[in-house]
């Protein structure tokens, strides 16, 4: 393996961590504690003491938030975590053919309006912790070898101009993505894109590194062509299979085809999953309604440029189409790397950002 001396290093600094620290750190690297270095090593271009520094803030993240515990904390009643899945729309669709979770996301459908901030982050949490502790093991047990990534399959059907609204939203889930679950994504293909995530994306594009952009694929239509050769029929995300489908909730046969849907087999599992170890941990400390509130990490300042670089094109679409009165009271705020800002916008879901910090 290339870089020994680097992942020996950090072997060695993560030695002098203190016991809660390490303890944390098991949830993490769920017995794969090399492989789990080597992430964060990437993540900071294998400098050592960025990558340490990465990691420990993580861990202390992790302590203060409580989040080896937080799925263990549903949200309640199910009807607000259906409104939640409905307008968050995130599922696991199956597996590819070298067996990574496919995690398909509807970017441009998705509005995140029918539950507060807290919420949403905290399912996405959630989603994160159990596809590291549950999904990802399951896998590699099934295949036998370590399976730490997964493909993404972006739809971005509906993108529109109103999308910056979403902007501080996006802004902190991406940020918690990149500093506490880095290089956790193998590919991402870009679905069903329109004339709007085509322009930015080529304003973005030639600003991101090299190793970000290697792992983004904007494919033609719904993809359906070229996914159907890392990956079998049953596996591709519902709004793959047919032309011009898109993110829709009424597709194929119902909900149970579509993995947004709490009716799907993946978050009943998870749903399900959450509800049991809340009833393990109850007697502990009861269940009670209510958000889980996690500390929001505060965004890089580096992604400035391309954040101009964004909010200017945005401001020419909507120009160009008679819309700007409709953007001037819109700002991007700032983002922590090219790639957070290029998700939020237009990508969403881009959890690496990558960059040179």
Not at 56 to 82: F, G, H, M, Q, S
Not at 194 to 204: G, L, M, R
Not at 321 to 343: E, Q
Request: a neutral charge.
């Amino acid at each position: 393996m290339a870089h020994q001396e680097e992942i020996k290093q950090f072997q060695t600094l993560m030695e002098d961590l203190d016991d809660s620290l390490k303890e944390t750190f098991k949830n993490v690297h769920q017995g794969n504690p090399t492989d789990t270095l080597v992430r964060f090593l990437k993540a900071r271009d294998w400098n050592v003491s960025k990558a340490h520094k990465m990691l420990v803030d993580c861990l202390r993240w992790r302590i203060e938030n409580d989040i080896d515990n937080i799925l263990a904390k549903p949200i309640l009643p199910a009807e607000l975590y259906r409104a939640v899945r409905d307008s968050q729309l995130v599922g696991v669709s199956g597996y590819s053919k070298e067996g990574l979770p496919v995690i398909a996301v509807g970017v441009g459908l998705s509005t995140h309006d029918k539950a507060s901030v807290n919420y949403y982050v905290q399912s996405h949490i959630q989603m994160n912790e159990y596809r590291d502790r549950v999904v990802l093991p399951s896998a590699s047990e099934k295949h036998g070898r370590y399976i730490g990534t997964s493909l993404k399959v972006l739809d971005m059907t509906g993108l529109k101009l109103s999308a910056l609204n979403q902007i501080k939203l996006m802004t902190v889930i991406t940020t918690i993505d990149d500093l506490n679950y880095p290089e956790k994504a193998e590919t991402y293909y870009i679905v069903n894109a329109p004339y709007i995530f085509s322009a930015c994306w080529k304003v973005v594009k030639p600003l991101l590194q090299e190793r970000t952009r290697r792992k983004i694929q904007v494919l033609q239509g719904n993809g359906c062509d070229e996914l159907l050769k890392i990956m079998d029929y049953a596996s591709l995300p519902h709004f793959c299979r047919k032309e011009g489908s898109g993110s829709s909730r009424h597709i194929g046969n119902g909900t149970t085809e579509n993995c947004f849907s709490l009716d799907h087999a993946f978050h009943q599992r998870l749903y399900n999953y959450i509800k049991q170890q809340a009833v393990l941990t109850e007697s502990v400390v009861p269940i009670r309604q209510g958000s889980f509130h996690v500390d929001f990490p505060e965004p890089d300042p580096e992604g400035a440029k391309i954040t101009k670089k964004i909010e200017s094109e945005f401001h020419r679409i909507g120009d160009k189409n008679g819309l700007i009165n409709s953007l001037n009271g819109l700002k991007v705020d700032g983002f922590c790397t090219p790639a957070i800002t290029c998700k939020s916008v237009c990508l969403h879901q881009i959890d690496a950002c990558e960059c040179n910090n």
